[in-house]
């Protein structure tokens, strides 16, 4: 144990210490919010509280599980074990699995995830024989996500005028009947989705307020890290459960929200001084993460923005190196470059491997510099893209879990009921869902019902392949509680028999799909071995619950050891790394948006983004366009990111009077004229509890509560404003 309070400044000391009341800390990248409030954690425990008191909540489960071993560090192993910390789905769908039973779901619900939601979307598009062109599932599943982000059901959706008038522009009149049906596939089937999580949450709190009560007086204490990307039905949530003792503690960065597409919202910053008048703030100022040139830089490109709390961010650290800036002339070469800078930096200051980055504003850009690095023995880690969960073969694995804990899970039996083959056609299949559907049961319910196949129309032969499947699931479905996770995965593969489905001689590409597998299986050991808590075994559904939360931040795979990070600019919030190359540094990539629809709202969130970027690297920052890049098989001509030129020339270090240096100076000074005149007052250096005021959103004030109050009737209809079409369609 060591004394924590040593290692914070004043500003960050006073945060930590002041235990009590609603407490607000907004401040500039790299400044030590994640820092305060992991010691404000620790010094709770200290000064007495019950750890089992204090909900801790972080943007991914990795940033949870850092955190918690600083806290052991300063507190022990016990207290920090015993912490509820993670992100608010994993916390509030541990309440949910324990509080299922008053919604009218079962404990054991299943988690669906984006392709498990998409898929049963296409379903219903395709039963209402409706034209997926015109109702693109992507953009049905987007549409209704934000819906339910805002709390509004269902029923509210189709009684809502402005909905249907949304509907009748973009000629979806059919999208309310869509959403209903969605949710009543996903209710009859046991299975939520993400946003199910947080809310059905909302619903539990709202309607069975003794069941909010019972948490009130559990969490004494709330702390929130990341909280500008929380979206309205999180903010609802810590709003109730905050609402008995206040104790309530957020920090967040507002030019970092990157989050609004999935409908995080700044306006919860704002209501923040609404909600608890009585707040206290604190201003970190000092970053400590970056060189003063990589600070001074990101200020200088974030000050564009007009949307913004002011604030001061400023570094003590060494002046250090100017920014690389260098261009290529192929998507490729930008790859070349990038792997052969790695292995200079290397050799020059002795670093690891586990010390550089490489951030991209879309995860197909990643292809070319995973070849790149694997050409030069370069080990990397990948985050996000195609996820190691996301994997056929991991897929097919998980669903007999979700199947056999939750045999109500339609969308898993559809995906193994003759898998590995066991004769059982894709007519059947049909003929049971038809069944399912006409009966409103689930498919497992009528294949376990031998006078439902029977009407069904199934014949004898496929009647009995049907009776062995369902054997077999009841018969694993009858252990899910006596063997632990590990143990049931092996049970799984035995009986099904889906390695053998692999093999090798079947087909040379198997080998890659069985060491997935295998992996899987080492994973579930791990959790097996790590997870026990005391008496109790770590089951099946434990292992399926914590699967399906796990963010693309969190650890593919098992090898975290000394490997180059390459991750979209989104997955890299709140990380640090000693060298960072920010690439595709072009208009229309990044800034993602197309020039013909240039939105001041949008274009800020991307500067925002961009300023997440440059703020994760410590020492050495590169920043890279190309000239031309591949896109769907065509080359396409591009021109550098007008953030190249929105930086301070003095911070940059350019190739010499090279084209680019030329053309982003000229776009500079054409800027600077420009912005002048419509930013220059923006500099002031107010207290945060003034600028808060000052904040503009679009020419207005909103406050949330104005638009929903959260009683009986409420959730229904929550915030129309954000169902406008063109929050929706995008
Ligand atoms: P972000 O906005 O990116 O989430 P943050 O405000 O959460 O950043 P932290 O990640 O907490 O910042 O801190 C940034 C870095 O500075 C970390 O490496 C942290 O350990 C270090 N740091 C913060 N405060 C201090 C301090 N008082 N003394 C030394 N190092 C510090
Ligand atoms: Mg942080």
Redesign the pocket.
Known sequence: MYDYLE???TP?RNAVENIEGPTLVI????????????YRIAHLINKGVSEKQILALTFTNKAAREMKERISNAVGEECAKNLWMGTFHSLFSKILRIEAEIIGYPSTFTIYDTQDSKSVIKSIIKNKKLDDKIYRPTVVQSRISTAKNNLVTPQSYLNNKDIREADKIKQMPQLGAIYLEYTRRCKKAGAMDFDDLLLETNILFRDHPEVLEKYQRRFHYILV??YQDTNFSQYLIIKKLAALKKNLCV???DA?SIYSFRGAKIENILNFKNDYPEFKTFK?E????STRTIVEAANSVIKKNSEQIPKKTYSENELGERIELFNTLTDNEEGIEVAKRILQIKNATGCNYENFSILYRTNAQSRIFEECLRKRNIPYKIFGGLSFYQRKEIKDVLAYFKLIVNPQDDESLKRIINFPTRGIGATTVTKLENAAAFNDLSIFDIASDAHNCQLAGLNAGAFRKVQAFVEMINDLSSKVNMLNAFEMVELVCERTNILEEYDFNKNPENKGKTENIQELMNGIKDFTDNSMEEGKSFLILDYISEVALLTDQDKQGGEDTDRVTLMTVHSS????FKNVFIVGLEEKLFPSIKETSLNKQELEEERRLFY?AV??A?KKLCLSFVKQRSKWGKIEFCTPSRFLSEIDSQYLKMPLESESNIFIKRKENQRKRLEQHQYGHLETQDSIINSIKGVRLDGKIKRMEELAQIDKNVIIGANPEQLKPQTLIK
């Open positions: 290692t914070l400044n960050q401040a500039g990248a790299g400044s030590g919010k994640t820092r305060v409030l992991t890290d990341e920090v967040g960065d970092q970190l000092q970053n400590y993460r919030k709140g990380l640090e997440v703020t994760r410590e």
